[in-house]
């Protein structure tokens, strides 16, 4: 079956960086576009960032444009997501997302890592 393990959260200050990595199994890494959600307390999943199956093409909420990368290692199964100058509303559980590339809905989770960062 298809899984997502998501790794690379912390408590961070305001201004730095992280990298959270999302390793997939149980599906064709290299046709599946990627993405990454999150969810703030008491607010609903958002959407952060998405890929291509290629890595070569992606797009990112407004929020995020010109601090946050997604990129992806298709011989490694995995795709990454650079943070950097993380504000505290950046604070929230990250999940990594998968579908097939027929589909236009994500179809697969991880189980979500928590990142949080203080003002």
């Known amino acids: 079956q298809v899984q997502l393990v998501e790794s690379g959260g912390g408590l961070v200050q305001a201004g730095d960086s992280l990298r959270l990595s999302c390793a997939a199994s149980g599906l064709t890494f290299s046709s599946s576009p990627m993405g990454w959600f999150r969810q703030a307390p008491g607010k609903e999943r958002e959407f952060v960032a998405g890929?291509?199956?290629?890595?070569?093409?992606?797009s990112y909420a407004d929020s995020v444009k010109a601090r946050f990368t997604i990129s992806r290692d298709n011989a490694k199964n995995t795709v990454y997501l650079q943070m950097d100058s993380l504000k505290p509303e950046d604070t929230a559980i990250y999940y990594c997302?998968?579908?097939?590339?027929?589909?236009?809905?994500?179809?697969?989770w991880g189980q979500g890592t928590q990142v949080t960062v203080s003002s």
């Open positions: 890929s291509n199956r290629s890595g070569g093409s992606a």
């Open positions: 997302a998968a579908r097939r590339a027929w589909q236009v809905v994500y179809t697969y």
